[in-house]
């Protein structure tokens, strides 16, 4: 047995000589340092990071993520999400079945059967899972106490068991890695073949390097033996860990895409699956009601099926009735349905005007939903049109977004009335996104709908005052639309941002999102 030197403290293992008799069969360099005053074994405690050095700090570390990091054991909700949001929901439902199988092989030939089955026959040029939505639910699950060690060191090095596409946007652009060990996917004429090959490059390895990972997960001991002291952490250590607040990742999370709005473990996957004959009824019955009933009927009946809406008025002149033009309501975006929204809280009838909306979307809906072109010109006829006919909404984000951020507005609303009321809407969802940017939007509304209790707050706010106009208070078409935003942003406690339309399409579809 070589000579061990020194001893970290760990916590909640019951044999403190049986983890070294283990360990330094494995990893020869693992240094331990013993903790005194300790009264039993089980008593050991995992460092924190608070007692690193300055001298250790400039050192590189090589950190294990799903061990240093990671909070959750399983990875089987990412794969999940792979499965169901790049091969559909045949694909998601095979892996869920399988799962028994999985937990029975064990991590290395479970985890083989999980990428076979969520990456086989996926087009390598359109899976964009690992930038658009993987992101978000690994920030979830990031443990504070493990960022903040990781962070403390200059040069960091990140080794995973998943292939390396599902991770690298997530390490480099949230945390600021960009040195990642992982298994490239093999492909066949750009299809991916659902095999990993290993691409672990030793020299990117030193003797003198600093390792931090998990007691359970030896599987890359030869890069880890390179290391001449070890940090380890257990399981329950981790369970205690707070999750990584947004703020403190190196950049915001605004965009991201897919369907799921919750974490597909095998549990939850399991109950979205039987969820699912009962949320396709309640779709088509909830449009049934949309479509056929007035607004007073309608709305009743749609909050008996689950839909909460929550109102909150507080402007005086909230109709554009009696005056020659209609009122311009400017909302911020969540969903294709916030018109229909807005419309069963007024219990009246508007029209509405947007960027991208499928054919079905149009003809399904309950008010009259006319499709802008984004030129200026005609866009801005089509709206003086409308406004002359009645009450119009209009969100100048141009897309939706599901993070506490606003888009940046396009102030053509400005130019074309003074009567404009600022509308702030909040969107909350249990199983489904209703928006998609690389999906098929056709389908957006029946994602939202089959939702067992969508939640919507939506509050009218004080109409502009002539001042703060465009064309009487002599305010440019930018003042006012970004004192708009201001109004919506303050209401919903919401941050405002100078992204557009195009930004998002860029990050999550890659195109400039023409529809």
Request: aromatic share 12%.
């Amino acid at each position: 047995m070589p000579r061990i030197k020194k001893l970290f403290q760990l916590k909640y293992f019951s044999s403190l000589f049986e983890i070294m008799r283990k360990t330094s069969r494995k990893l020869p360099y693992l240094r331990l340092k013993f903790s005194h005053g300790i009264p039993a074994p089980t008593q050991f405690k995992f460092l924190k990071s608070s007692s690193f050095t300055d001298e250790v700090s400039n050192q590189t570390l090589v950190f294990h993520l799903e061990g240093a990091l990671l909070k959750a054991y399983s990875l089987f909700p990412y794969f999940m999400l792979v499965a169901f949001e790049a091969g559909g929901l045949f694909r998601a439902l095979i892996l869920l079945l399988l799962y028994p199988l999985v937990w029975l092989l064990g991590h290395e030939l479970g985890l083989k059967v999980m990428v076979f089955v969520s990456f086989v026959g996926i087009k390598k040029e359109k899976f964009r899972a690992g930038t658009a939505i993987l992101p978000k639910f690994f920030l979830e699950d990031v443990g504070v106490v493990g960022f903040d060690m990781v962070m403390k060191y200059k040069t960091k090095v990140a080794v995973t068991s998943m292939p390396r596409i599902m991770v690298e946007c997530f390490l480099g652009d949230y945390l600021g890695i960009h040195v990642v060990i992982g298994k490239e996917l093999k492909e066949f004429h750009g299809y991916f073949l659902g095999l990993m090959e290993e691409n672990m490059d030793p020299a990117t390895m030193c003797i003198n390097n600093i390792g931090l990972g998990c007691f359970r997960n030896s599987r890359y001991q030869k890069i880890f033996s390179r290391c001449k002291e070890i940090y380890l952490v257990t399981e329950a250590e981790k369970k205690k860990w707070p999750v990584l607040p947004r703020k403190k990742s190196l950049k915001p999370l605004i965009f991201h895409d897919g369907r799921l709005a919750f974490r597909p473990t095998p549990l939850n996957t399991l109950s979205m699956f039987i969820w699912l004959p009962f949320g396709f009824l309640l779709h088509i019955t909830r449009i049934m009601v949309f479509i056929s009933l007035p607004f007073k009927v309608s709305g009743p009946l749609l909050a008996f099926s689950g839909m909460i809406n929550t109102v909150s008025n507080s402007n005086a002149e909230s109709s554009g009735e009696g005056k020659k033009r209609g009122m311009l309501y400017v909302c911020n975006h969540r969903t294709l349905l916030d018109p229909i929204y807005l419309t069963i809280v007024m219990m009246k009838s508007v029209s509405a005007v947007t960027y991208s909306v499928s054919r079905f979307s149009e003809v399904i809906s309950p008010i009259k939903t006319v499709r802008l072109t984004r030129d200026r010109k005609t866009d801005e006829e089509t709206m003086k049109k409308m406004l002359s006919k009645g009450d119009l909404v209009v969100c100048p984000e141009g897309t939706t977004c599901r993070e506490p951020y606003l888009l940046r507005f396009s102030p053509l609303f400005a130019e074309i009335t003074d009567d404009i009321v600022p509308v702030a809407i909040k969107l909350q969802v249990s199983l489904f996104y209703g928006s998609t940017a690389s999906g098929q939007k056709c389908l957006d509304s029946a994602f939202h709908l089959t939702n067992p209790n969508p939640t919507c707050l939506i509050m009218i706010l004080n109409k502009l005052p002539g001042w703060q106009t465009h064309n009487a208070g002599g305010k440019s078409k930018f003042e006012v639309a970004n004192y708009v935003q201001r109004q919506i942003a303050t209401a919903l406690g919401f941050e405002c941002t100078n992204l557009t339309r195009k930004d998002k399409y860029a990050i999550l579809a890659g195109n400039d999102g023409i529809v």
